[in-house]
T-cell receptor
Framework: AQRVTQPEKLLSVFKGAPVELKCNYS??????LFWYVQYSRQRLQLLLR??SRESIKGFTADLNKGETSFHLKKPFAQEEDSAMYYC??????????FGGGTRLMVKP | GAGVSQSPSNKVTEKGKDVELRCDPI?????LYWYRQSLGQGLEFLIY????????KSGLPSDRFSAERTGGSVSTLTIQRTQQEDSAVYLC?????????????FGPGTRLTVT
């Protein structure tokens, strides 16, 4: 069975501080991992996917198969980064399994 | 272009009543997904439609839940004999195709409250 775990329900940092949102997964196959973000009163949207190895809005995430992790990082947090972040794993059936989500609060 | 739309945006119903939730995917998207976002369970997959294939119903929590997709476009999620634990935000998503390179676009959700 596949599982995605986000150990922190809430992460609070000051503007300009580094931020790391943790995500661990369990999956027997080759994982396809994503980070989704939901800003206040907006719909859920894709932030980045591991296969693209891209940086979006200053965020990056590296898949570590040895540690089964896909942590989301940003070196300098901005107030507009405050949102709910979900790590998700996509299985062969194309549906997404989401973690419980982490609320990021960036304080001025 | 227009994104995924869902209706109604809010639904309050009495325990035991049936409800229907509607999803209009992005035009041309062959894949459609239903998820549920609840306080206790987070975001969980319910059902997936891809083209004309039989839907993947593996996430439906009970036989009170069913969904159909007519003409490969609009989808309706039906919950019969609603229970208080069905209270949640029901999200619909669509993608151009199946596979990891096709992004899932989410609708705004329908907030269901069962009293």
């Amino acid at each position: 069975a596949q599982r995605v775990t986000q150990p922190e329900k809430l992460l609070s940092v000051f503007k300009g501080a580094p931020v790391e949102l943790k995500c661990n997964y369990s999956y027997s196959g080759s994982p396809e991992l994503f980070w989704y973000v939901q800003y206040s009163r907006q719909r859920l949207q894709l932030l980045l996917r591991h296969i693209s190895r891209e940086s979006i809005k200053g965020f990056t995430a590296d898949l570590n198969k040895g540690e089964t992790s896909f942590h989301l990082k940003k070196p300098f947090a901005q107030e507009e980064d405050s949102a709910m972040y979900y790590c998700a794993l996509r299985n062969a059936g194309n549906m997404l399994t989401f973690g419980g989500g982490t609320r990021l609060m960036v304080k001025p | 272009g227009a994104g995924v739309s869902q209706s109604p945006s809010n639904k309050v119903t009495e325990k035991g009543k049936d409800v229907e939730l509607r999803c209009d995917p992005i035009s041309g998207h062959t894949a459609l997904y239903w998820y549920r976002q609840s306080l206790g369970q987070g975001l969980e997959f319910l059902i997936y439609f891809q083209g004309n294939s039989a839907p993947d119903k593996s996430g439906l929590p009970s036989d009170r839940f069913s969904a159909e997709r007519t003409g490969g476009s609009v989808s309706t999620l039906t919950i019969q004999r609603t229970q208080q634990e069905d209270s949640a935000v029901y999200l619909c998503a669509s993608s151009l195709g199946a596979g990891v390179r096709y992004e899932q676009y989410f609708g705004p959700g329908t907030r269901l409250t069962v009293t």
